[in-house]
C-alpha cells in the first residue's frame, strides 16, 4: 500500500445490488489502488474481491440482510480475509448498500445509488435509472461517459491541466488525483527544486447551507462560508525585510522574472521581484545601476545588478516592466541619463535601446490592439519587441509625464498628458488648453465617461477637463484653481521648490467609502484630498472641496507621489505617502496619522507602493530611502538608504495583487503576470475600482482558509510511519510550511507529542494534502490500536500572517495507529 502526497477529496461509492456479485478488479499500487475495503448492507448476499499482484483482497463485515463471503486471494499478493456473516435483519430495515474505500490511496471512491433493480442484471455493475451501468462509471444517480469523471455526484468533464486553482476558473478547484505527480526538474529550468504536481479543474461543491458541518473523512458535498474580517485597531506595520546597500529615489516596480516553483512559466504563483534603481555618490541624475531582488522565506535575496557605462541607467528615472515582446517571461524598461530608452530582459541582459528624444515615465500598452505592446515616453512610441520608433507624436508639446486610457471609448488606448490626448497613431486627438505637470484618470461623476485629473505644479492647483469630440478643441475644462496647499502657511525655505511650487503625480481612489472617487496629491507644504462629490460641483467654491489636508514637508521636490490601498478591507482607503522625513499612513476619511516611520529622502516624484511581495497572501507596503543629502530624521539625526518592506503579522491587511509595473499603474493596465492586455478595460467601469496608482484586493478578499485533519491508517510491510492528511474547507488558500502535529492521547488532556510535519505547497479551498512523520519501532501500544492517535493542524500555533476563519476543527481523532492493508 502506498499514499500519494497530494489525494484528491473524499469520494463514497455506494451500491445497491440485491443479490448482486460485485466484482471489483484492482491493480497494484504502482498503477492503481491496492485493496479495497468493502462493507454490505442490508439484502447484499455476496462480495467478492480480486486484486493483481502485489495487493490482497479484503472483504467487509456482512451487512443486516445477508452474510458475505471470504474475499478472493489476491494474485500473487496476500489473500483476502473473510467477512463476518450478516446479522439477518428484515429487509424494511433499510435498502441493499454496499461502500468501497480505497484504503491504499485513502480516499473514498464513488457515490450513493437507490434505483430498482435492472429487469436483466447487471454483472459487475450497477442498475441506475432503469439501466446497467459499470461500477467505474456510476456517479450518484448518474452513468458517466467516456471521458467524463464523477465529481460532486455529478458527471463533468474535467477543465484545463491545473498547477493550483488559479489556474482554473473562479467556480473550480485543482483536483490532483486526475494529474500527475511532483517531478525533479532538469537543472537550471527554475530557481526552486520541483515541479510541482498537476491536476485537471473541477467544479467547486456550492455553498453550504448554514450549520452545517464537515467532518475529516466524509465526502465534502459543500464548502462553508469561511470568512475573516480583520479587526479595526492599533496599525502597527513592521519591518518584514530591509535592502540597505544603496540610496534610491524612484519608485520600484513589482514584477514576476524568474519560475521560483519550477512549473515551467513565470506567473503570478511565483514570488515577485523589486526593480530599482540606485546611484552613488549623490548622483541621481548619471550612471544608475539597475537592481532585482525578491524575498524567498523572509530573506532578502539579490537576483541580478546592471550598470551600463555607456547608454547609462537615470538612477531618478521610473521604469516599467511586462511582457513587451511577445515571448515568455516580463522584460523592464529603463530611461538612460541621455533621453534614450534601454529594455533588459528578466535575468538582467540588455536587449535594445532607442534613440533619443527624452525619458521620465515610461508607460507600456497595446495602443494598436495588436497583442504587442509599445513603449511610450515623451512625444514617442516605441515597438516592444526592438525599441524601433513606430511613431512620434504631433503636433507638440506632449509632456514626459504620461498616460495610457481608452478615453474616447473606441477600445483602443490613448495617450494622456496635461496637455492633451493622443492616439495610438500618435495624431492629437483634443487639446486641454491648460497648463499642467502630471495627470490621473477617474470618472468623478459615475457618468461611464472619464475625467482628467491634471497637476499643475508651477502653482500648485489641481484642474479636471475631460474629451469632448464637440469642442473645437476635443476637450471640455469642467474645473481650475483648486489650490492644494489650501490654507495652510508656506513653511517651505525661500529658493526651495516647495516655497513657490507644489503638485506631483495625483492618485485617484475613494478615500471616504461614499462611493464616489476622490483626487489626492502632495504638495511642498501639505497632502490634499479633493472630494469627488464637489470637483464638479459648479455652487461649491474652488477653496472648499478639500476632504482634508494633512501637513507634510518635502520643499526640495514638492512633487512627490502616493499610493492608496484598503489595508483593512473597511471599504475605506488609507493613504501611503513618504515625504522628506517621514512614511506616513493616513486615514482616509479624515487624514488621521495611524502610522508614522522616518524615511529620509531628497524627494523627486517617486512613492511608496502597496503589493504582495512575498507572495503570502497579504499586502505589503514598499517604500525607498536615501541618505545622501543633508535631510536626517528629527528625533534622532539618522538617516536611511535603500529598500524596507513593511507588513503586518496578524493577518490583519487584506489580500491584494503581487505586480505593480509602472508609475502609471492602474490595475487593468497589466495582468498579475505581467502581461500586457490586448484590449484594456477601462478601469473606471469595472466593479470596485475607478481609481489611479492604487492597488486592490482580488474578489473574496475577505475569505479565509479553514483546516481540518484525518489521521490515517499507516500502511503494512513498509516502515511504520504516521499519517494525515490536511484538507482546506474555506474559501481562501494557505501556503506551504503548515505544521501538522501528532499525539498519542488527545492533546487537550496532556497528549504527548509525537513528532511534527509540514504541508509541502499550497492549498487552495477544496484541496489536500497527505503529510508522514516517519516513527520507526513504535511502542506496542500505538502500533497495535490500543492507543489513541490524534492529529492538530497548525500545531502550535506559530506565527504566521494567513488567518483561519475557525479553529475550533484543527484536530482529527481519535484514531488507530495500526497498519491497514499491504503491499508495498
Not at 530611502?625 to 503586518?648: E, H, M
Amino acid at each position: 500500500m502506498c499514499y500519494d502526497h497530494r489525494m484528491s477529496i473524499d469520494r463514497t461509492l455506494r451500491v445497491n445490488a440485491v443479490g448482486a456479485m460485485v466484482v471489483w478488479l484492482l491493480s497494484a499500487c504502482s498503477g492503481g489502488p491496492s485493496d479495497v475495503v468493502f462493507q454490505a448492507d442490508a439484502g447484499v448476499s455476496d462480495v467478492s474481491q480480486e486484486a493483481n499482484a502485489g495487493a490482497g483482497g479484503v472483504s467487509g463485515s456482512g451487512g443486516t440482510g445477508g452474510a458475505s463471503a471470504a474475499g478472493a486471494a489476491g494474485t500473487a499478493g496476500v489473500a483476502g480475509i473473510a467477512g463476518e456473516a450478516g446479522h439477518g435483519a428484515a429487509p424494511e430495515d433499510g435498502g441493499p448498500d454496499v461502500s468501497f474505500t480505497d484504503v491504499a490511496n485513502e480516499k473514498e471512491v464513488g457515490f450513493e445509488y437507490d434505483a430498482p433493480p435492472c429487469s436483466t442484471g447487471c454483472d459487475g455493475g450497477v442498475c441506475i435509472n432503469g439501466a446497467c451501468c459499470p461500477l467505474a462509471d456510476a456517479c450518484g444517480d448518474e452513468c458517466c461517459d467516456t471521458g467524463q469523471v464523477c465529481s460532486f455526484q455529478h458527471c463533468v468533464v474535467p477543465g484545463t491541466i491545473c498547477i493550483d486553482a488559479t489556474d482554473c476558473e473562479t467556480d473550480e478547484y485543482c483536483e490532483y488525483s486526475l494529474g500527475d505527480p511532483p517531478q525533479v526538474p532538469d537543472a537550471g529550468t527554475c530557481v526552486g527544486g520541483l515541479s510541482p504536481a498537476t491536476g485537471r479543474c473541477l467544479p467547486k461543491p456550492p455553498q453550504c447551507d448554514p450549520g452545517v458541518e464537515l467532518v475529516p473523512g466524509e465526502p465534502i458535498t459543500c464548502l462553508p462560508v469561511c470568512e475573516h474580517r480583520p479587526q479595526p485597531g492599533s496599525f502597527a506595520p513592521i519591518v518584514k525585510a530591509h535592502w540597505n546597500k544603496k540610496d534610491i529615489m524612484m519608485a520600484p516596480v513589482v514584477i514576476q522574472l524568474d519560475d521560483d516553483n519550477c512549473d515551467g512559466v513565470v506567473d503570478e504563483r511565483d514570488i515577485p521581484e523589486m526593480v530599482f534603481s540606485t546611484f552613488d555618490g549623490g548622483d541621481y541624475n548619471h550612471n544608475g545601476t539597475l537592481w532585482a531582488i525578491s524575498i524567498v522565506d523572509g530573506q532578502i535575496v539579490e537576483k541580478w545588478s546592471f550598470k551600463p557605462t555607456t547608454d547609462a541607467i537615470h538612477p531618478g528615472r521610473s521604469i516599467a516592466a511586462g511582457n513587451i515582446d511577445g515571448n515568455p517571461g516580463n522584460e523592464i524598461v529603463v530611461c538612460t541619463d541621455n533621453g534614450k530608452v534601454r529594455a533588459v530582459d528578466a535575468d538582467g541582459t540588455p536587449l535594445w535601446i532607442s534613440g533619443a528624444g527624452g525619458c521620465d515615465m515610461p508607460s507600456l500598452g497595446d495602443l494598436d490592439g495588436d497583442g504587442m505592446p509599445e513603449v511610450v515616453v515623451e512625444g514617442r512610441i516605441l515597438n516592444g519587441v526592438d525599441g524601433s520608433l513606430k511613431a512620434t507624436m504631433t503636433p507638440g508639446p506632449v509632456g514626459s509625464n504620461i498616460v495610457l486610457s481608452d478615453m474616447d471609448g473606441d477600445g483602443l488606448l490613448d495617450i494622456i498628458s496635461p496637455a492633451g490626448i493622443w492616439g495610438g497613431d500618435g495624431q492629437r486627438k483634443a487639446e486641454s488648453k491648460i497648463a499642467g505637470t502630471y495627470v490621473a484618470i477617474g470618472d468623478f461623476d459615475l457618468d461611464g465617461i472619464p475625467e482628467v485629473a491634471s497637476i499643475n505644479k508651477s502653482n500648485h492647483t489641481l484642474s479636471v477637463w475631460r474629451y469632448d469630440p464637440s469642442e473645437p478643441s476635443g476637450a471640455k475644462v469642467l474645473r481650475t484653481g483648486i489650490d492644494i496647499n489650501g490654507t495652510w502657511p508656506n513653511t517651505c525655505p525661500v529658493g526651495s521648490s516647495g516655497h513657490t511650487t507644489g503638485g506631483g503625480p495625483p492618485t485617484i481612489a475613494d478615500f471616504n467609502g461614499d462611493g464616489v472617487p476622490d483626487v489626492a496629491v502632495a504638495g511642498g507644504i501639505g497632502y490634499a484630498v479633493i472630494d469627488g462629490t464637489k470637483i464638479l460641483d459648479p455652487l461649491v467654491p474652488a477653496n472648499q472641496t478639500n476632504l482634508w489636508l494633512g501637513k507634510t514637508q518635502d520643499c526640495s521636490s514638492a512633487a512627490t507621489g502616493s499610493s492608496v490601498f484598503d489595508f483593512e478591507g473597511d471599504g475605506k482607503a488609507e493613504v501611503v505617502y513618504s515625504d522628506e522625513q517621514y512614511l506616513r499612513v493616513y486615514d482616509g476619511t479624515n487624514g488621521d496619522v495611524l502610522f508614522q516611520e522616518c524615511n529620509t529622502t531628497g524627494t523627486l516624484f517617486e512613492y511608496p507602493l502597496v503589493a504582495d511581495v512575498d507572495n503570502d497572501g497579504h499586502a505589503d507596503l514598499i517604500v525607498i530611502a536615501n541618505a545622501y543629502s543633508g535631510i536626517t530624521c528629527p528625533k534622532d539625526g539618522s538617516k536611511q538608504r535603500g529598500l524596507r518592506v513593511f507588513g503586518t503579522n496578524t493577518g490583519r491587511w487584506v489580500r491584494t495583487r503581487r505586480v505593480w509595473n509602472q508609475h502609471a499603474y492602474h490595475v487593468t493596465n497589466v495582468e498579475e503576470d505581467g502581461t500586457i492586455p490586448t484590449q484594456e478595460a477601462p478601469n473606471w467601469t469595472q466593479q470596485r475600482l475607478n481609481n489611479f496608482r492604487q492597488n486592490v484586493q482580488p474578489l473574496g478578499e475577505f475569505g479565509a482558509p479553514d483546516l481540518i485533519v484525518q489521521v490515517l491508517p499507516p500502511p503494512c510491510n513498509t516502515e511504520y510511519a504516521l499519517y494525515a492528511r490536511v484538507t482546506n474547507i474555506g474559501q481562501a488558500s494557505v501556503p506551504a510550511g503548515v505544521v501538522v502535529g501528532f499525539y498519542a492521547n488527545d492533546p487537550l488532556a496532556g497528549g504527548t507529542l509525537l513528532g511534527s510535519a509540514v504541508t509541502s505547497h499550497p492549498l487552495y479551498p477544496a484541496e489536500n494534502e497527505i503529510v508522514s512523520y516517519p516513527y520507526p519501532n513504535p511502542p506496542p501500544g500505538l502500533s497495535n490500536g490500543t492507543t489513541p492517535l490524534y492529529a492538530v493542524v497548525d500545531d502550535g500555533n506559530p506565527p504566521h500572517a494567513w488567518v483561519e476563519c475557525r479553529t475550533d476543527n484543527n484536530t482529527g481523532g481519535p484514531a488507530s495507529g495500526k497498519c491497514l492493508g499491504g503491499g508495498s
